[in-house]
């Protein structure tokens, strides 16, 4: 008599079975394949833990992509940022050498306008 347990196909050993040490010439083969599932509910406990484990994977992806995307978000808003900042001071370091060229236009104005009140003082003053 032969029994194998837990494969449909036959054993999942090779080499065969140890023979009994009793008289008659029959033995046993017990040999229990622990990677796959003996009854059609375990068959089935196995494969709803390997549909969750996929979707908790799948879900861990689209994790992963949406923070990337994110990440990927921010960056570019940080950036923007930046170049606005930078456009704000080129456009103060404009606005103040403007204002310093006026200053500087006014004085050399005011210069002018003071050589012009010497001379006709001199003027003056000579005769």
């Not at 940022?81 to 080129?90: I, L, N, Q, R, T």
């Amino acid at each position: 008599m032969e029994v194998y347990i837990g494969e449909l196909e036959g054993p999942s050993f090779s080499g065969g079975c140890d023979s009994g040490s009793s008289s008659d010439s029959q033995f046993v083969c017990v040999e229990e394949d622990a990677t796959r599932p003996h009854t059609r509910e375990e068959e089935e406990e196995v494969e709803e833990e390997e549909m969750e484990e996929e979707e908790e994977e799948e879900m861990e992806e689209e994790e992963e992509m949406e923070e990337e995307e994110v990440e990927e978000e921010v960056e570019v808003v940080e950036e923007e940022e930046m170049e606005e900042e930078e456009e704000v001071e080129e456009e103060e370091e404009m606005e103040e050498e403007e204002v310093e060229e006026e200053e500087e236009v006014e004085e050399e104005g005011v210069r002018w306008a003071n050589g012009d009140s010497m001379a006709r003082l001199k003027r003056v003053s000579d005769t």
